[in-house]
C-alpha cells in the first residue's frame, strides 16, 4: 500500500520591527500565528526612511510637514534592536507579501534577548529591510507605482537623504510606541533607543522628547483599533 500521509509544510517564522510589535496587528494579517515571543536581531538598524502610500490612502500622513515615514531595517555593523518573532503557516504568506509591499524580505537570524555580543541565533525569520524604487516597480509595475504613490503626492519610497527632514507618521509611530511598551520594558527601551530618523542619528527617544504632542494625540476615531498599540 502507498503511503497517504499528508505532507505538512514548514511553518515560516516572521520577524517584527514595527506595527508587528503588536500581536493583535499581527493577527489581523495572520489570524492562526503561534509562540507570538520576543528575540533580538543582529548587525541591523530600525529607521524611518521612506514612505508609505498606506498612510496617505488611510488620511494620516501629512505630506505639508513631512510626516509620513513608516519603518524598515537596513544592515548596519554593531547595531541590534529589540523584535518580535512568531511562525505562521504559508498560506498567509500571500496576505503578508501584500502587507508589507514595498521590502525586500530578508531571512536574519535572530537570537535571544541577553546582551551578550554575538549570543547564538535561537531562528531565523523574515524581516521588513530597505528595498529600491527600482526593485518595487519590477515586482509589481510601473502603473502600481504610480497609483498608489504619485497619484498620492509621493514620488518616490525609498529615495530620501539623511537630510531630507522626512519623519515618521506620527499616528504609526504612536501605536508601534505602545505596541513596544505592551511587550515589556526591554522592548519599549529598545524601540526608543535603537529606532532613528532618516538622518541615522536622531532616536526616537530624542524625537518625542522634541514632539510629545505625538503621543498626546490619538488616531482618528474609525482607525482607534487598527493603530491602538
Not at 520576543?38 to 526612511?49: D, I, K, P, S, T
Not at 537570524?109 to 541577553?114: I, N
Request: hydrophobic share 35%; net charge negative; aromatic share 10%.
Amino acid at each position: 500500500m502507498g503511503d497517504h500521509s499528508a505532507v505538512v509544510p514548514a511553518p515560516v517564522t516572521i520577524v517584527g520591527l514595527g506595527s508587528l510589535l503588536s500581536e493583535r496587528s499581527s493577527r489581523t494579517t495572520f489570524p492562526n500565528l503561534e509562540n507570538f515571543r520576543l528575540g533580538r536581531v543582529h548587525g541591523y538598524r530600525r529607521v524611518f526612511a521612506h514612505s508609505a502610500a498606506i498612510f496617505v490612502e488611510r488620511g494620516i500622513a501629512d505630506l505639508e510637514s513631512l510626516q509620513f515615514c513608516s519603518l524598515s531595517a537596513e544592515p548596519c555593523e554593531g547595531a541590534s534592536f529589540v523584535c518580535t518573532v512568531f511562525e505562521v503557516e504559508d498560506e498567509g504568506m500571500e496576505r503578508f507579501r501584500e502587507r508589507e509591499e514595498e521590502f525586500e524580505l530578508v531571512n536574519v537570524p535572530v537570537s535571544p534577548l541577553e546582551a551578550a555580543p554575538s549570543p547564538p541565533p535561537t531562528c531565523h525569520g523574515l524581516l521588513c529591510c530597505r528595498s529600491s524604487d527600482e526593485a518595487y516597480i519590477r515586482t509589481w509595475g510601473e502603473e502600481r507605482f504610480t497609483r498608489k504613490w504619485r497619484d498620492n503626492g509621493l514620488e518616490t519610497i525609498w529615495n530620501y537623504t539623511p537630510d531630507s527632514g522626512v519623519r515618521p507618521c506620527a499616528v504609526y509611530l504612536r501605536h508601534c510606541v505602545l505596541a513596544a511598551e505592551r511587550m515589556g520594558a526591554a522592548c519599549y527601551a529598545s524601540f526608543l533607543d535603537d529606532t532613528y530618523l532618516v538622518d541615522r542619528s536622531t532616536t526616537i527617544r530624542q524625537y518625542l522628547a522634541q514632539h510629545p504632542e505625538v503621543m498626546s494625540t490619538p488616531p482618528p476615531p474609525a482607525l482607534a483599533e487598527r493603530y491602538g498599540g
